[in-house]
């Protein structure tokens, strides 16, 4: 089959173009060429169960290559020529390939082929655009996020009997914060094409008052990236001060306005690498199926900070320590309900704390870290004199550990519970001096939390009129007292390195555990690349 396309069509428009005058070259079939049809169609089908099971119960009609099928296919098709817009793996449904499948089509058997690789890629676009393209906990063992996938059967019966634009629209995220990353990658793509930022800036760090060809560089980048107005000035004057305080905020950094070491590594950092990670981002955002409405926690573990959202507005906001960057101890990515908080906790130290850490302590001195309770099976205070540590291996040791409420416990006064199986939690601490860090990675995975006081009468506000008085008299008790919630409250621990702020303007954090890396390269081997920049 050949077709004559004008020379200017676009390239959007050439596969639309060549999908309808197809419809007239599939007309009528006699019964062999039925016959052949069904039969290419169930063998190619064959490989994968759902198709062919779709297939089967609708007596192998077609979705896409019949004469009646044609606004579906001219749907599709343009649908997925946006692929790359959406930063996803163009080859997993490229409708340059598949346009040129149907028009190189000749006989019914490879009408039958294509019929099936136009569903397949219906359904990989489907799958992919509403719940990701990666499945991340195989990824990284830490995302352990629940990735709700629509069901085949679901998504043929919508493009079979739904108008086709209608259906492909309502697979597409819905989230602000998902338009907004979009917007974003497109702008970006497009200062990289404009040549990007500029020359990277050859200086450790820059203050007030310097001068010189570093200056002149900070100044340019803060120009290209819309920081500071243009300017011929060359000295490192208020205007630069503030301009460069508006990127330390936006990017969580102390914002002092002197361009110090770690604030030109960020400056450094070329709109490529950005880009990657909102293209991650983005992947991210379409795992994130909940309500954004509800009021909800909203932990960002590269932001090192948690906040309760109510209608997409911040209601209250706070530092936080998360784990430290080694295995084991960062901070997992999933979401739970906070059920309570207990006011005055004990602590019950993990195992994996009492067999690493405490008991090769014990061993060389029974007497160490005696603020801790060694604890036997019937729940009883063990006399240090009475256990022979040495007898024991990490793997051996009978015993659990606790530290019973105090000023100097682990989880300081408070601790809020969304149980779950990563035994994480939000919780109070001794440790002040860790909030005034920039990077503040440094718990065994859970989440400390800078304003814990002001965090529980926030949450007991909405449950009671005296929320501070009756958490006062709890904790004056200094007996270990749960409160149990109301209304229970979704909890989001999530890992955004690209995020638009409440005004819709992107901002930017380090990737410190390294896992945006990692779904970036798992993207980039899917077939997902950085437009204009391909190697």
Known sequence: MHFSVPHKLSRLSLLVTLSLVLAPAMGSMAKSEATAFTQSLAATAASDAAIAEWYRTTNYETLWTGPEDAARRAALLAAIATAGDHGLPVPRYDATALTVALQS?????????????????????????????????KIDAGIVREINRIEPKVLLARIANGEPEAVLAWLLPKSLQYVQLMKAKLGIEAQIAAGGWGSAIQAVALKPGDTGPAVIALRDRLVRMGYLAPSAVA???????????????????????????????????????????????????????????????????????????????????????????????????????????????????????????????????????????????????VPRGSVNFGAYSARSFPFSMRQPPSDGNALGKVKFMFPNVHNIYLHD???????????????????????????????????????????????????????????????????????????????????????????????????????????
């Open 105 to 137: 089509a000749e006989t019914e058997g490879d009408r039958g082929r294509v019929e099936v690789e136009m569903t397949r890629a219906y359904l990989a676009w489907a799958q992919d655009l509403t719940a990701g393209a990666l499945e991340p906990q």
């Open 235 to 381: 000295s490192y004057d208020r205007a630069m001060q503030a301009a460069v305080t508006a990127f330390q905020l936006n990017h969580g950094l102390t914002a002092d306005g002197a361009a110090g070491e770690g604030t030109v590594a960020e400056l450094n950092v070329g709109p490529e690498e950005r880009l990657k990670s909102v293209i991650v981002a983005m992947e991210r955002e379409r795992w994130m199926h909940f309500d954004r409405e509800v009021k909800h926690v909203w932990v960002n573990l590269p932001d090192f900070r948690a906040k309760i959202i109510e209608d997409g507005k911040t209601v209250f906001e706070t530092r936080v320590v998360i784990g430290k960057n080694v295995p084991d101890q960062r901070s997992p990515e999933f979401s739970d309900e906070m059920e309570h908080m207990v006011i005055n906790p004990s602590w019950g130290v993990p195992r994996s704390i009492i067999v690493k850490e405490y008991l090769p302590l014990l061993q060389r001195n029974p007497n160490a870290v005696s603020h801790i309770q060694v604890i036997d099976g019937r729940g009883r205070v």
């Open 429 to 535: 601490t001794p440790s002040k001096s860790l909030f005034d860090k920039e990077v503040r990675a440094y718990s065994h995975g859970c989440i400390r939390v800078a304003d814990p006081f002001a965090l529980a009468h926030e949450l007991l506000s909405w449950q009671t009129d005296n929320a501070e008085a009756e958490f006062e008299a709890a904790l004056k008790t200094g007996k270990e007292t749960t409160v149990k919630l109301k209304q229970h409250l979704p909890v989001h621990l999530v890992y955004f390195t690209a995020y638009p702020d409440a005004k819709g303007r992107m901002t930017y954090r380090r990737d410190v555990y390294g896992r945006d890396a990692v779904l970036w390269g798992a993207l980039s081997e899917a077939g997902v690349e950085l437009a204009g920049v391909q190697g």
